[in-house]
């Protein structure tokens, strides 16, 4: 009997979409991944995470082996194929992510929600740093778009990169208000002020 279905996450997600087309070993996977780029908005940084989101999926039965490779030259390897249950989860999964925003906690707003620790003065150096490398982020996506061959499927391929460049962009404006801000003093604080307004017994 198949465990329950794993909880989606963007890895699972793209395994089970990997295996959509073709039939892969996790080295195959992380490989078209790259290629791909989709490592630009999935975390494969550590190779053992496909091993666990596979031996996670095969045990829900979303995911089942198709053949095992052996050749004198490679270790052996595994590779799978994606499930008729799977297939339908992937789906499920996709509906929901697509169409349900949910809280995603980037460390980002944590950290502005604590920025009143430093001065305003090291808040306008680290910001406008973090400014100059989205502005950096926003030409590569730039170039990236004007120069990826679709292969002829179209714009549909580069949606992730649109919204990647789309957000990074808008984060961008919204860091160069703030910084302004900041230089002309119209934003500013200190630390005693803000713990004298929290009240005694606060510290």
Known sequence: MSAPAPRSSPLALTVLSLLHY???HPYGMQRLIKEWGKDQVVNVGQRTSIHRTVERLVAAGLVE?????RDEQYAERTVYRITEEGRRVAREWLLD????????YPQFPVALSFALMLTPEEALTVLDGRAAALARTVDALDARLADEDDDGLGRVIWLETEYQRAMAAAELRWLTA?????????????????TGLAGPGAG
Do not use: I
């Open 65 to 69: 082996v198709h053949e095992v490779e």
């Open 178 to 194: 703030v910084t302004d801000d900041l230089r002309a003093g119209r934003l500013r604080w200190s630390w005693e002020e803000l």
């Open 22 to 24: 073709r039939p892969l």
């Open 97 to 104: 992510m697509l169409g349900t925003p949910k809280p995603e």
